[in-house]
C-alpha cells in the first residue's frame, strides 16, 4: 500500500540521517581533541 511505502521512505530516511549525525558529531569530537592537543 501506499502508508507502507511512505512509512518505509521514511524509515530510511531517518536511518541515513542518524547515520550522517553520528558520523558528524564522532569527525566533530575528533577535531576537538586535535584541537585541544
Do not use: M, N, P
Amino acid at each position: 500500500t501506499a502508508c507502507a511505502r511512505i512509512g518505509h521512505t521514511i524509515t530510511q530516511s531517518t536511518t541515513i540521517y542518524t547515520v550522517l549525525v553520528i558520523d558528524w558529531r564522532s569527525s566533530f569530537q575528533h577535531s576537538l581533541k586535535e584541537r585541544l592537543r
